[in-house]
C-alpha cells in the first residue's frame, strides 16, 4: 500500500520526482559500474617509471696493429673560464672484442649491440662508431704496423714507435723510463674514466672516492674527455685497436653525446671555447688516426663552429664566441684546424689570416715573445706563441723563432711550469733546434721523476703550476703524457708537413 501523504505536505517537485524515477535510479547505478570499470582499467594499463635504455656503441675489431688563465695573463691551459656543469649523459659500455685496458676501479658489464641510435644534448641522432670490416685501422696501406714513412701516424703504431735510433721515439729523444711512465699515466687516466664514458677536472664520477689529491675545478666535460683522451690517441690506441680500445670509444661516444647542433656547427663548448678546441682536436685526431668516416661530419661541424666563433675582427678566441681573443684558447682552436686539416678537414683561408693578424696583435720583440691579450713576454704564451708561428708558416729556419726559443731555454727547465714546457717542447722538436736534445734530456728525466708512485695516484702527476691549476690532477697528467709523448703524436710527426704546408 502506498504511503498516504498528509494534505498539509507540499506536493514533491519536478526534481524530487526525477530523482526518485527508478529509471533514472537504474542509470546512476549503471553510470557508477562504468566508471569504476575505466579507473580499474587505466590503472592495468599504466607503466612504472621508465628507466632510460642503455645503447652500445657498436664496435668491430679490424685487422690493424694493436696499438687558468687571469684577465692579467697569469693563467694557462683551461682556467678562468665561465663553464656550465651539465647533468651527466647516460652512456652504455661498449661492446668490443679487443682486450681492454685494467681497469680495477670500473666494472662496465657487457651490453648487447642495439638498432637504436642515441640523441645528443640537442636532440640529434649521434650514429654509433661502427668499424667495417675489411678496412685497415689507418686509411694508408701498411700504417697499421709502422712501416710506411709516408704515412703521417706511423711513428705512433708497432715498429714505427719502437723505432730506434734514426726517426723513431729513441731518435728524437725518448728513452725506456718515458716510455713506461706514458704506459702506467694512460692506466691511471683508464681508471679514472667516469662510467659514462667522460672524464671530469673535479675527478666526480670516477669512483675515486677522495683517494687523488688536487681535483680541478672546472665544469666543461667536453673540454675534459678531450684532453684525457689525447694522450691515448697520441699512443696509438683508437676507438678500433690498441689495449685501451674500449676506454677511447667510450670517450669519443661521450663528446659526440655533447654535441650540440646549432645554426653555426656543432657546438661542443659547454661554457667555454676551450671545450669546443680540445673535444674537436680530439675528435680530428681519432678521425686522421683511423680514416673512419663516420666522424667526418662532426670533424667538420665543430671546426665550422670554431669558423664561426673566431672574433672578425682582432682574429683570435676566447672563452665566448665571438668575444676578442686571448693566446691560450686561440691555441686550443688553431691546433685543433691543424689536426683536422691534416685529416682532410681543410681550413678558410680567412681563418688562419685572422689568427696571423692576432699574433701580431700581441706579439713583442718583433716576433721573438707574446703575450696573453696584448704585447709582452712571458714564458708560456711566448712559447705558444711560437709554436702557433710554425703552424701559421714561419720556418724552423726563421730568424725570430730562433731567437725566440733561445730565450726561452736558457737555464734549467721549470719542473713546474708544465704548461710552458708542454708548448716548448712541441716548438724545439718542431724546429730542430739545437738545444732540444740537452734541454729534452732534463725536462723528460724530471717528468719521469715526478710521477706518482704511491697508491690511487700511481701514474699521475700534479704541479704548482698556476697556468693549469684549475684544471687539477687531471689537467696535470694528461699534459704530462702528451709531453713525453712528443717524440711520436700526431702533430710532431707530421714534422715536414705541419710546419711547410699551409693552410
Known sequence: MAPVRSTDEPAPSW????????????????????????????????????????????????????????EDGEGGGAGGAVALDPAPVEVAAVAATAPAAPEPDIVTPPVEAIAETPANAAGTVVQPIAHKPGRTTLPTGGAGTGDDPTNPFAARLGRGRGADPGPGPRGRGASTASEAAVERGLAWLARHQAADGSWRFDLAECRCNGACRDPGTLGSTTASTGLALLPFIGAGHTHRAGPHQETVARGIYYLLSRARSTARGSDLCEGTMYGQGVATLALAEALGMTGDELLTAPVRDAVRFIETAQDLHGGGWRYLPGQAGDITVTAWQLVALKSSQLAGQEAPSPTIDGVRRFLDSVQSQQGAAYGYRTPAAKPSTSAIGLLCRLYTGWQPGDERLRRGLDQLVRGAPDPDAIYTNFYLSQALLQSEHPAWPRWNARHRDLLVARQGRAGHEAGSWSFADPDTAPGGRLAHTALAILTLEVYYRLLPIYHAEAVSRGF
Do not use: H
Not at 549503471?30 to 652500445?56: D, K, N, Y
Open 15 to 70: 526534481i524530487e520526482r526525477l530523482l526518485c524515477s527508478p529509471v533514472v535510479r537504474s542509470g546512476y547505478a549503471s553510470l557508477l559500474v562504468q566508471l569504476v570499470g575505466l579507473v580499474i582499467l587505466a590503472l592495468l594499463t599504466v607503466e612504472g617509471p621508465s628507466r632510460p635504455r642503455q645503447l652500445a656503441l657498436v664496435l668491430e675489431t679490424g685487422s690493424g696493429q694493436d696499438a687558468a688563465e687571469n
